[in-house]
């Protein structure tokens, strides 16, 4: 299988760089697929789980938030964060979204944090989801 360039940079830096065959990501509209050849587009990225396949092995990411400009034989995506699911402390991050679970519940809809904890619910059940594809 023809492989194309991927980057994923976020603020910290380049979190990965290198071939892959083949990549689906989290776009705003639903999950989307990439292969060697895909037609130039830009999409904007949620929260949720990445995966790439290389050399005949899936790796996954938890990402969030961002863009990803993909071209025939390049992939740039422009995330917030991204996580290698072997870097996941999954006890840590059920411990997190249990943390932000009960903050929630004492806040109104319209208070001004409820938004932030909600997203960050979010990244942490992600997170959740993508340790346990971990290969540890």
Do not use: C, N
Not at 24 to 37: C, I, K, M, T
Not at 68 to 75: F, L, M, N, R, S
Not at 115 to 120: D, I, Q, V, Y
């Amino acid at each position: 299988m023809k492989t194309f360039q991927l980057e994923i940079v976020t603020p910290d830096g380049v979190a990965y760089q290198g071939g892959v065959e083949s990549l689906v990501l989290p776009a705003w509209e639903g999950l989307l697929g990439v292969l060697h050849g895909h037609e130039p587009m830009v999409a904007v990225m949620k929260t949720g789980p990445l995966h790439y396949e290389k050399d005949g092995k899936t790796e996954w990411l938890a990402v969030s938030g961002g863009f990803a400009q993909i071209g025939p034989e390049k992939v740039v995506l422009l995330v917030e964060t991204a996580e290698a699911a072997e870097a996941i402390d999954a006890a840590r991050a059920k411990a997190q979204a249990e943390l932000k679970e009960q903050a929630l519940k004492s806040k109104p809809s319209g208070d001004p944090d409820y938004a932030k904890l909600e997203a960050g619910l979010l990244l942490e059940l992600v997170r959740i989801k993508v340790a346990g594809r971990s290969g540890r």
